[in-house]
């Protein structure tokens, strides 16, 4: 069965470095997403591709977060400097088109110190 | 702005018997999709169970049935037989069908399911 590929499964950084996360979507998945999820609370979008194209990141923090998805398929998440409420599971998914459900990834766990 | 609520944040059952966890969401929209998902320990989420609005017809997978009231807005599911590999936490979730580009799904606070041998 397909599967969306994440890596780092953890990561540990310190205040104010920087730290990057990818993911690899579905074949053939155009929509990919980014969602941060804080112990004990439920997902939440940081950034919507349709292709290659960002089409919602009102959530995503700017100033040090950024997204990419060169090329429409793999997508990178950067977090530059990070700080200590950065800590949380970060978590890809990706889905066919907008009747369908996410196919969601193992997620990333980082722990900033 | 829609919104899903997951009023009990812990759940317990006991293996072989059968378990509601309800779910409750906010929205003016007549056209959207309504999901379970399960986040097991290992953290992956898994799809459950997918509802669409427009159907009457509950949703059904094997153990797992929903009971959609669309008046109510309400989205329950119901776990039969429960199993140890149930537990886990499950997550409600909406997702408007048109709005555009952007579809994104919205999350509940999630419900820990617990059980017991």
């Known amino acids: 069965e397909a599967e969306v590929a994440q890596s780092p499964r953890y990561k540990i950084t310190e205040k104010s470095q920087a730290v990057a996360f990818w993911c690899d979507p579905i074949s053939g998945h155009a929509t990919l997403y980014w969602y941060r999820q804080i112990l004990g609370q439920g997902p939440e979008l940081l950034v919507q591709f349709q292709d290659e194209s960002v089409v919602d990141d009102s959530q995503l923090p700017k100033d040090r977060f950024s997204a990419e998805r060169l090329k429409g398929v793999d997508s990178t998440l950067k977090i530059q400097p990070a700080e200590l409420g950065d800590s949380a599971m970060y978590l890809c998914a990706s889905s066919p088109d907008r009747a369908s459900g996410y196919t969601f990834g193992s997620g990333t766990r980082l722990t900033v110190v | 702005a829609q919104t899903v609520t997951q009023s009990q944040p812990e759940m317990s059952v006991q293996e072989a018997e059968t378990v509601t966890l309800s779910c409750t969401y906010d929205?003016?929209?007549?056209?959207?999709?309504l999901f379970w998902y399960k986040q097991p320990p290992s953290r992956q989420m898994i799809l459950v169970i997918r509802q669409e609005a427009y159907k009457q017809q509950n949703a059904t997978e094997n153990r797992f049935s929903v009971n959609f009231q669309k008046a109510a807005k309400s989205f329950s599911l119901k776990i039969s037989d429960s199993q140890l590999g149930d537990a886990a936490m499950y997550f409600c979730?909406?997702?408007?069908?048109?709005?555009?580009?952007?579809?994104?799904?919205?999350f509940g606070t999630g419900t820990l399911l617990a059980v017991q041998p």
């Open positions: 929205t003016s929209e007549s056209d959207y999709y």
């Open positions: 979730a909406y997702r408007y069908l048109y709005g555009g580009a952007t579809n994104k799904l919205i």
